[in-house]
């Protein structure tokens, strides 16, 4: 069969691949978007970001409702129709992967439905429901993105032993629901979980949840979830996990003792593999690093000289927004620009209640790197809005270049921690000093003059706390 | 219509907006002036590319502007009446040509300022090991021109880099590779020295004083000035020219030469004389081009005039000299000065030289030691002639001399190469035929 033509394709249609793909569209290039799964949008729309932040509004309207009382608010027992809810969720994904095959049309993006598999470093064959394809491209982007780690021990074959993908389909409330893995994944989907009813326990392994993130950051978190769950128990191991029936026993070992318990259902979250097997990389002259991921350079370019990698199949922060910036200097990099990830902020955004947010260097990083900094923080107590919303667990710091002043990272915790870390990343790209931010004006009252105000109190000036000026 | 900055000579980017002739409103018709640029060689005017009413001057008198930068708007042909001219917005148009104004001077200063600063070899260093501060579209710049922002300073708060921060770098880079071999035929060596310039002092310390910008003229013939006193090896060669003779066939032929409307001078009867030398001793019409080790002879005799203008020393070319007779040097000399004066003289009009003169004589003095106009090898500099008592067939009789300095590159000239060539000279203007000065 004759081979399709193209300048690039695309393999893998999650916000990495169709952005590479769109943009490399717009940049005039003729562009082929390979996607295995009939909606486009990847992880991120079909099985990660977007469902998971809807079933998360849901959960805050129940947690709202119940938290109300107080105000002289009471709702009855609310009734979840999981159908309802599920459909809900639905709809949104299609109405999104719909919007996407829309613009890859606008584009003249020619999409492939199947899945991909390199037979050399210029011809992709696809397998699609009417047959095989063979498309043959001057440049590829691999973007096939991660799936959910399943160790084997926990594959029982069992249903009730969930990924963050099943977990998210929502097949019905467990009464009780062990997580584990207390990483932003498990957390989330406890989250939602807990407000829909089950008794949830989390397990970690390490002495943390939210491993890597500044612990005063997490505390807020920690705090809220041991409301909200049964359980956090940290340094804690699955060892052994067993279907017992209509439940699953899972043995743990604590504090070096043996525990079994019985559960409904568990959700395993202890991190994510790139889907990498059966791509036929073995064809091409890509490479991979002793964790699997693939080997690329700053300007996304694999070994392969024809073949860029972009998102989760390069490791690291596994995050839609990398992968999308990622694809476009990939895209820049094939037209022969001087593009590069060199210093580029990827916020990250963990979407627990209250939400954590953060940017630039993390305090924790800059300890275990020796880096003098300072710190200029803020506790949401003190803001007006954060009272208004019943949200003050919360606080928001800025790290501080001493010499400087210059922002180098910025930490939220708190609600709407997600939408105001922008800013924060603003100031780090621009380079901004606290001084900078110090001196702009925010609008009152909102959670946004936080920033202000952690600027502020760098210098020992914020207006709403009182401390006493850095001698 | 767009009007950008066109290209106006080779090696020349831009340069600094002096006049402004046209105010917004305004009509104009194609090749009307728009506006006066001053660069590293001129003051020269930039012609409109068509016809129409100015809607928008997108620069301010003062503003340092560059090849492709967007100078005015110009919509349609004229058939708008100047209506929309606000005159308070108007620019100074036909205000006296007067550099470095009060409104202009913010920038221009502020990038000397940087410039000045940058002259220092900077090199960003952070304790806390992160790049030097600079906003994403500015490090996509860099990365473009593979500019390394640790060596750019920034000016901004915790020394955030902006784009006129990158802008003075470059122009530091340019200068200091300015400094460097010249493009056109390399006459001295990569040995020319890189200027540091000297350490700030603070002169109000001894009473009041008054700063004025460098114009960009000034700029230039400083830069050219060192490079040639840095990289060129020079003898100065004295020599004194009886001119009684000269001068008497001067008044004789004046008055015919007044006729035709041209003025015989002595410059003029130098420059007859120099080609026909040049002619003879191509070597001191050369260029030394280091990099191939050759030495190249032109075949053409173009002399530079230096004239001393209000904004400085600008030295236009006379072109084909060995081709011209007396009245059509005199001629051209004459109007070639003036025009450089108005500062009306075009870039193209001041390269290309093969050799310089340079006569004080006008003003005073005796002999003086010039410096050679590098990529030429040569410079012949007069001064004043006076009457004085010289040896004269074993007698002491009056005579007009002319104090004449030859100043030579010796890697191009030797000692006797040089005497031989200025001895022709002399004897060209002590010994000048007659009948060259006959008008057809």
């Known amino acids: 069969m004759e081979p399709i033509s193209t300048e690039i394709v695309v393999l893998g249609a999650g916000p990495g691949g169709y952005a590479a793909a769109f943009y490399a569209a717009d940049r005039g290039k003729k562009v082929i978007l390979v996607e295995q799964n009939p909606r486009l949008g990847g992880i991120c729309l079909n099985v990660g970001c977007i469902p998971s932040k809807a079933l998360l509004h849901a959960a805050e309207i129940l947690r709202e409702a119940k938290d109300s009382a107080h105000r002289g608010i009471e709702f009855g027992q609310p009734k979840i129709d999981l159908d309802r809810l599920r459909i809900w969720k639905e709809s949104i994904l299609d109405k999104l992967g719909q919007g996407i095959a829309g613009l890859a049309k606008q584009r003249g993006v020619q999409v492939v439905h199947g899945r991909g598999h390199f037979e050399d470093s210029q011809t992709l064959r696809v397998e699609t429901s009417d047959g095989q394809k063979f498309i043959r491209y001057e440049k590829a982007v691999i973007a096939v993105g991660s799936k959910p780690a399943m160790p084997n021990a926990f594959d029982l074959g069992n249903k009730r032993v969930m990924t963050s993908t099943e977990a998210l389909e929502l097949a019905d409330i467990p009464h009780d629901l062990l997580v584990v893995g207390g990483g932003y994944i498990g957390m989330e989907l406890g989250t939602v979980y807990a407000a829909l009813g089950s008794n949830v326990v989390v397990l970690e392994a390490l002495p943390s949840i939210l491993t890597g993130v500044d612990p005063d950051l997490v505390r807020p978190v920690a705090r809220a979830a041991q409301k909200a769950f049964k359980e956090i128990r940290v340094n804690t191991k699955v060892q052994k996990m067993a279907t017992a029936g209509k439940q699953i026993k899972v043995t743990m070992e604590i504090d070096k003792q043996l525990r079994e318990e019985l559960y409904d259902r568990v959700l395993v979250s202890v991190g994510r593999a790139p889907n990498l097997a059966d791509l036929g990389l073995d064809n091409t002259k890509v490479t991979k690093d002793d964790k699997g991921f693939i080997q690329c350079n700053d300007q996304q370019q694999t070994e392969d000289p024809n073949i860029y990698a972009i998102g989760d199949v390069n490791g690291g922060a596994l995050l839609a927004h990398r992968a999308a910036k990622e694809g476009r200097i990939a895209v820049e990099a094939m037209l022969g620009e001087a593009s590069a990830f060199d210093n580029v902020i990827i916020p990250a955004v963990v979407y627990t209640d209250p939400e954590v947010a953060w940017c ?22 003190a803001s007006g809005r954060a009272l208004t919303l019943d ?33 924060g990343v603003l100031a780090v790209e621009m380079g901004a000093t606290a001084r900078d931010l110090a001196e702009t004006v925010h609008p009152h009252p909102t959670l946004s003059e936080t920033l202000m105000e952690a600027a502020e109190s760098f210098y020992g000036t914020a207006t709403h706390t009182f401390s006493r000026r850095p001698s | 219509m767009d009007v950008k900055l066109p290209q106006l000579a080779e090696g020349v980017e831009g340069g600094t907006v002096v006049n402004i002739l046209v105010a917004e409103g305004q009509e104009v018709k194609k090749d009307q002036a728009i506006m006066e640029l001053e660069t590293q060689k001129a003051v020269g005017s930039i012609p409109s590319p068509g016809s129409g009413i100015v809607t928008k001057i997108h620069v301010k008198q003062g503003m340092e502007v560059s090849v492709g930068q967007l100078l005015i708007s110009i919509e349609g042909s004229g058939v708008r009446t100047a209506a929309a001219a606000k005159p308070s917005q108007a620019p100074a148009s036909s205000a006296a040509p007067a550099p470095a104004t009060e409104t202009s001077a913010p920038r221009t200063v502020a990038s000397t300022v940087a410039t000045g600063k940058t002259a220092e070899d900077h090199r960003y260093e952070s304790k806390s090991g992160v790049s030097p501060p600079a906003p994403p579209s500015i490090r996509k710049i860099a990365r473009e021109i593979g500019l390394d922002l640790t060596r750019v300073r920034g000016s901004e708060s915790g020394g955030r880099i902006n784009l006129g921060d990158v802008r003075a770098h470059i122009q530091r880079l340019q200068d200091i590779a300015g400094q460097g071999p010249s493009h056109s035929g390399g006459a001295h060596g990569a040995t020319a020295a890189i200027t540091t310039p000297s350490e700030s002092v603070d002169f109000s310390k001894w009473g009041p004083v008054r ?3 460098l114009s960009p003229l000034r700029r230039t013939v400083s830069r050219r000035m060192v490079e040639s006193w840095t990289s060129i090896p020079k003898i100065n060669q004295f020599w004194d020219a009886d001119i009684t003779s000269l001068l008497a066939l001067r008044k004789r032929h004046a008055a015919a030469y007044e006729k035709k409307g041209a003025h015989l ?62 009245l059509q040097l005199s001629e051209e000399l004459h109007a070639l000065t003036e025009k450089t004066r108005q500062r009306k003289i075009s870039i193209e009009e001041l390269q290309g030289g093969t050799f310089t003169i340079s006569n004080q004589g006008s003003i005073g003095g005796s002999h003086f030691t010039p410096i050679i106009y590098a990529p030429q090898v040569a410079i012949l500099g007069v001064g004043q002639g006076q009457a004085k008592p010289v040896a004269v067939d074993g007698k002491i009789a009056i005579r007009t001399i002319l104090p004449l300095c030859l100043a030579y590159d010796h890697r191009a000239l030797d000692g006797a190469d040089a005497v031989r060539f200025l001895k022709d000279v002399v004897a060209g203007v002590e010994g000048f035929d007659e009948s060259n000065l006959k008008l057809k």
């Open chain 1, 360 to 381: 630039g260097l993390t305090e924790t990083e800059a300890k275990a790197k020796n880096i003098e900094i300072k710190v200029g923080k803020f506790l949401w107590g």
């Open chain 2, 265 to 326: 001078t002595v410059t003029s009867f130098l420059l007859f004389v120099l080609a026909r030398a040049l002619k003879k001793h191509p070597r001191a019409n050369s260029s030394l081009d280091e990099s191939s080790q050759e030495i190249i002879y032109k075949d053409y005799i173009h002399i530079g005039v230096a004239v001393d203008t209000e904004g400085g020393l600008i030295v236009p070319i006379l072109r084909n000299v060995d081709q011209k007779n007396l």
């Open chain 2, 211 to 213: 700063r004025e910008k």
């Open chain 1, 391 to 423: 949200r003050t667990d919360g606080l928001t710091k800025l790290i501080i270049e001493p010499e400087t002043e210059r922002i180098l990272g910025v930490g939220i915790a708190g609600a709407r921690a997600g939408d105001l870390i922008s800013e």
